[in-house]
């Protein structure tokens, strides 16, 4: 899958080799080492990209995370499950389109599918506000789940979000509320849950469909309690501070391993997910096979408590000697 035409800056040395080798394939093949030369080029491209890629910075990972070129829930809804079949509303106040909800199959699995949406087009994103849901939308993913508790269904979530939505309709609909609300009925559901960081996961907005038995990350996603922006705009009243916040905030996938606050870090496509779509959810596919493979062999019971003292455990540390 293309790209596009959007560019990162660090990724210029990249489009630079790309319309090299461009002009070659335009070529005849039986001009004196025309072959030769493409090789080449297209070698020193792909040692080129894993450089560039092996030394992001946080700031440039979160630009990665966020490029509209890359893969959003529906398009892994198209080309990683079958037989989506999607349902509205949260039987209270409305259909949040930032927040797809519905059966699928993802090989043997029957699964319920839980996702934020930012939209493609203009008209898209403004009609699912750019991927932030409100009340209604938390309320309907956690209406979807207890189905999928009623009828044994595993649920993944695939979360892609800058946050819930700050506006005031949604404050006064209750949106702190409902997002703990969430994450209480995520902790204690009888049934398997895989959560995966497929782009942004931005504070509680993420953390509302972000409790899971599995919880896992692209490798150039980001997860953290606040946006750079944010960040910077609190502390240094300034969100040209971005990059310093991105660097302090530990939100990679590289930091969130080590730091516990995530279990697996899925490696996406040389150059990431946004150049291979397929590539990308076919890795996908197999990471959601293997882990439902595992956690439908433990006892529901086991499985609740596990998810439990899981979450209970993050942010513990010791101070001085044990």
């Not at 930032?98 to 403004?126: N, Y």
């Amino acid at each position: 899958m293309a790209s596009g035409n959007h560019q990162l800056e660090f990724e210029r040395p990249l489009a630079d080799l790309e319309a090299q080798i461009a002009e070659l394939d335009a070529q005849d093949d039986s001009t004196d080492g025309i072959v030769e030369k493409r090789r080449e080029l297209r070698r020193e491209l792909t040692d080129l990209r894993k450089k560039i890629y092996s030394e992001l910075t946080p700031w440039e990972t979160v630009r990665v995370a966020r490029h509209p070129g890359r893969p959003l829930t529906t398009d892994y809804i198209n080309l990683a499950f079958d037989e989506f079949v999607e349902l509205h509303g949260d039987r209270f106040f409305g259909d949040d389109r930032a927040m797809l909800a519905g059966f699928a199959k993802l090989d043997q699995f029957k699964v319920m599918l839980i996702g934020h949406q930012k939209g493609k087009t203009l008209e898209e994103r403004q009609a699912c506000y750019f991927g932030c849901a409100h009340p209604e939308g938390y309320r309907k993913a956690m209406k979807k789940m207890e189905l999928a508790a009623k009828y044994n269904l595993p649920v993944i979530c695939l979360i892609d979000t800058p946050g819930a939505y700050p506006g005031v309709g949604a404050e006064e609909r209750g949106q702190a509320q409902v997002i703990a609300e969430s994450m209480f009925e995520m902790s204690r559901l009888k049934t398997p849950i895989i959560c995966v960081v497929i782009g942004e996961g931005g504070s509680g907005g993420a953390l509302g469909i972000g409790v899971g038995d599995r919880v896992a990350i692209l490798e150039y996603s980001y997860y953290s309690v606040i946006s750079p922006e944010g960040c910077a705009g609190i502390l240094w009243k300034s969100a040209e501070h971005a990059e310093k916040a991105a660097q302090a905030l530990k939100l990679t996938s590289r930091h969130l391993r080590e730091l516990g606050a995530v279990d697996d870090v899925i490696e996406e496509p040389l150059g990431g997910a946004h150049r291979d779509h397929h590539q990308m959810a076919a890795r996908l596919k197999l990471y959601l096979i293997k882990v439902l493979e595992q956690l439908s062999e433990q006892p529901l019971d086991e499985l609740v408590a596990a998810r439990y003292e899981k979450f209970r455990r993050l942010g513990v540390y010791l101070e001085g000697a044990q």
